[in-house]
């Protein structure tokens, strides 16, 4: 069959159009993309601070990667010591263990230490440990629990956060953790002034976390959960 010159140039002209509609779908998606990849914040003693900025919210997420001194037992049963977590975790004033429903499974409260003249704020966590029975890579899960305790007056409760610790076991008895926090602290301070301070306690939590490892009373810790 045969196609008049001037259908062929419609066709021709639609089909250039499609193209073109493609490829700046194409391009929007990449440039989306790129926005919300990790950017590294800071890289410093070997602890590797990066923050992404999130589609729903004006706070940056965190990610932390580092390397440590320890086995997967060692680090899960450190960070499951919920009642001596103030001794590494930057800026807590207050953690306290409310219900441990088993070995890897728990629920506590913490108080952030926050300087004046915004308020202090507090939270409460649901905390998952689990193993993967091939990579023996630990994930630690902590979902924010809001309404699990009445809120105090003079503290502003956390309305929302996320965090999760992934540990891979490496050689000569060392692991490699990546945790990635993402939280809406509450309250009226401005985002931007939060993001700016943003990667401060990750780092100052991960310098306390090579010393708190090395304490004596985990270094003999066996968990029933947990093959390293």
């Not at 049963?77 to 004033?93: C, F, G, H, Q």
């Not at 108080?111 to 994930?139: G, M, Y």
Request: hydrophobic content about 45%.
């Amino acid at each position: 069959m045969l196609i008049k010159a001037d259908n062929y140039s419609i066709i021709v002209a639609h089909a250039r159009g499609r193209l073109l509609l493609m490829w700046i779908c194409l391009l929007l998606y990449v440039t989306a993309f790129a926005q919300n990849d990790w950017v590294l914040k800071q890289d410093k003693e070997g602890i590797m601070v990066y923050t992404k900025n999130l589609n729903n919210s004006p706070f940056k997420a965190i990610k932390t990667v580092c390397i440590i001194d320890a086995t997967p037992a060692i680090l899960t049963a450190v960070l499951l010591d919920i009642n001596n977590s103030k001794e590494w975790v930057y800026a807590t004033k207050k953690a306290i263990l409310l219900k441990q429903t088993s070995p890897d499974e728990l629920f506590y409260y913490s108080e952030i230490d926050v300087p004046w003249p915004i308020n202090n704020r507090d939270f409460i966590v649901h905390l998952k440990a689990s193993q993967d029975e091939h990579t023996k890579a630990v994930t630690i899960v902590a979902d924010n629990l809001p309404k699990y305790l009445p809120e105090n007056k003079n503290i502003i409760r956390v309305p929302q956060s996320y965090s999760k610790w992934v540990i891979e076991p490496m050689s000569n008895n060392k692991v490699k953790i990546e945790y990635i926090l993402q939280v809406n602290p509450g309250g009226t301070a401005p985002a931007w002034l939060i993001n700016l301070f943003a990667t401060k306690g990750p780092f100052e939590s991960f310098k306390n976390l090579r010393l708190q490892v090395k304490k004596p009373v985990y270094q003999q810790v066996k968990l029933a959960f947990i093959k390293n």
